[in-house]
């Protein structure tokens, strides 16, 4: 036995005495069947995660992939530095308190409210407090000057509203015994939402606090459905690029996978073929917008159907901006492409209710196919000391009233309401789409991204730099999106918008002038581009697009968020 003499002699003695017994050879025979066979495990498992990622990203693709990973790492890592770390630290937080100053009002005239007033207020002095909120300084939403943000029906509307959330205050729908017309309504409005997506027979669909609910909802049920049907225990799922972020928060939350594909010029649409390729067993959703957030596209949804049916995998069309316009582009008279229940492999669609359905803030539905997906997002508990208890989606107790406020706008719109609404909106939208294609002023340095078709307008440029340009219109008190990959900038028309479509248009005008006559003077001038003084927008975006790991965006994003709760 040479191979065993560097064995220490207590183990050399046991493994020959075993070997020797044939039962002792027949245990040494099984451990080491055993061990290849957990060896093969491994190298299968490696093995088809391989395939499965060279199948999907193609070898220039998983080259590409592996370079930019090593990118964020060894940037993360330089991030980390002693001196860099200092440095970039002490720049954030002044970023941060500059943020501050901005949000949350600070002097000696500030009233603060910070613990409970001993003794209650008097309802005059509620209410002229609230009045004070409700009039400090902002970007006037009411004058149309905000994208997107305030999905306004019109005052005679929220007045409307306002009585129902007065009837309905105390109302809860976890409890349908004590407040019957609640479970009344809801279902009502799920119902009406159905039938304007062509919803099959058997279709059903449940309400939820805004798209973000939705999408969370849709991708938990698909996640659910491979587990228990497939097996399914490491879900990806697939999505264009510009589907909004609430996909990327479902990933996290609910441990998906995220696979992002492409959506490139000149179309803006979610690329098939890449869809397909990153198709495995461990898929569970395929995605589309209708139209997606950032340049109002709708993506190929009937190719998606195609693929999606016969594959047999989920596809969630996400309607959350599209709500109540894109389901009427036709009866309106606009163009508009198939993206409904219409195509078979469509299996659940999200529609806010509070986007252009105009219902209160706080509203949404999602839709599927059958109860075979709706099952899956049910939470039940049927042994809790408190009770059996079930509820559909992630809140447990429901505002009645915000469900009262949604029911009485969808009924008082009707479907002519919305027809009309469509008609101005879509039709500003058109208006400052038209403007910035045709009007010399504009065309000669503007681009709009893609083909819209809805509400959004979306605009990048090639020659100036349009972070410039979304600063100069906040200058004018304008509230724009800044997008990025690419750097662009959209409107998102509301009621508010249309009747100040031609101020916007005029005010661009403005201001790409100024911006190009500025730049001719900086180039004159041999001032270089990273002296040139920049606004907000330009300032965030133009360094966080050049960064390869976004950390220092994050701690931003971060202190942001810790303001909102600064009093
Ligand atoms: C607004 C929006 C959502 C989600 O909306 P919230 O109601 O803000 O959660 C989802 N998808 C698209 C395309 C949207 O525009
Ligand atoms: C890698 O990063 C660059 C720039 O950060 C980006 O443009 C490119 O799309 C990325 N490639 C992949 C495959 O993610
Ligand atoms: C990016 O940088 C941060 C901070 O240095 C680090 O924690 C993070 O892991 C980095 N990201 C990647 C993907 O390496
Ligand atoms: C309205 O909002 C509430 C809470 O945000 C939600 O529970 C309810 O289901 C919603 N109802 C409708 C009809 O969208």
């Not at 500025?518 to 180039?523: L, S």
């Amino acid at each position: 036995m040479p191979g065993s003499s560097r064995l220490p002699v207590s183990l050399r003695d046991t493994f020959n005495a075993q070997k020797q017994s044939p039962r002792g050879r027949l245990l040494v025979l099984n451990i080491e069947v055993l061990r290849n066979i957990i060896f093969i495990l491994f190298l299968l498992r490696w093995t088809r995660k391989l395939f499965y990622q060279l199948k999907g990203r193609g070898l220039t693709g998983s080259a590409a992939d592996l370079y930019n990973y090593t990118r964020r790492t060894l940037y993360g890592i330089f991030l980390r530095l002693p001196g860099v770390r200092s440095k970039v630290k002490a720049q954030v937080d002044a970023t941060i308190i500059k943020l501050e100053q901005k949000l949350v009002p600070s002097g000696p005239g500030v009233e603060r409210t910070t613990t409970l007033p001993a003794e209650g207020w008097t309802d005059e002095h509620v209410r002229k407090a609230l009045k004070e909120l409700e009039t400090m300084d902002h970007t006037r939403w009411e004058d149309g000057r905000v994208s997107g943000a305030v999905y306004h029906g019109g005052d005679a509307l929220m007045k409307l509203q306002t009585e129902a959330f007065g009837q309905f205050t105390v109302a809860n729908p976890i409890h349908p015994d004590v407040f019957p017309g609640v479970r009344k309504m809801e279902a009502e409005i799920v119902s009406m939402v159905l039938s304007l997506f062509n919803a099959p027979e058997g279709a059903c669909g449940v309400t939820t606090s805004g798209g973000t609910e939705s999408i969370l909802m849709a991708c938990l049920s698909a996640r659910q459905k491979a587990y228990h049907e497939r097996g399914v225990t490491e879900p990806e799922m697939i999505l264009p690029e510009t589907a909004h972020t609430a996909f990327r928060k479902a990933g996290e939350y609910f441990k998906i996978k995220v696979h992002l594909v492409a959506c490139k010029a000149p179309h803006y649409k979610v690329h098939l073929s890449s869809v397909s390729r990153l198709l495995n067993p461990n898929t569970v959703l395929l995605v589309g917008s209708a139209p997606n957030f950032p340049h109002g596209i709708i993506d190929d949804i009937s190719g998606l159907s195609r693929l999606a049916h016969r594959q047999k995998i989920p596809l969630h069309v996400d309607c959350c901006l599209g709500s109540f316009l894109i389901p009427l582009l036709s009866k309106a008279g606009f163009e508009s492409e198939p993206f409904d229940f219409r195509l078979k492999g469509v299996t659940s669609i999200s529609c806010d209710t509070h986007k252009y359905g105009f219902a209160p803030k706080g509203n949404s539905t999602v839709l599927y196919r059958s109860d075979d997906l709706r099952k899956y997002q049910y939470f039940i508990s049927p042994d809790w000391c408190g009770g059996v208890y079930a509820s559909p989606s992630i809140a447990g107790s429901r505002p009645g009233a915000l469900i009262a406020g949604c029911w009485a706008s969808l009924v008082r719109q009707g479907e002519n309401g919305y027809i009309d609404a469509c008609h101005k909106i879509v039709g500003a939208r058109q208006k400052i789409e038209i403007a910035i294609r045709e009007k010399p002023e504009l065309a000669s340095d503007l681009k709009i991204v893609g083909r819209p078709l809805v509400s959004v307008v979306a605009f990048l440029s090639e020659t100036l730099d349009i972070y410039d340009i979304a600063d100069a219109m906040g200058e004018k008190g304008w509230h724009l999106n800044a997008l990025q990959n690419p750097p662009a900038i959209h409107v998102a028309v509301t009621l508010p918008i249309v009747a100040a479509a031609d101020k916007l248009i005029a005010d661009l005008v403005e201001v790409v002038e100024e911006v190009r006559e500025r730049e001719r003077k900086r180039v004159e001038s041999g001032v270089a581009k990273k002296g040139a003084v920049k606004g907000d927008t330009a300032a965030l975006y133009g360094v966080a697009g050049s960064l390869p790991n976004k950390s220092v965006v994050v701690d931003l994003a971060k202190g942001f968020l810790d303001t909102l709760y600064k009093v």
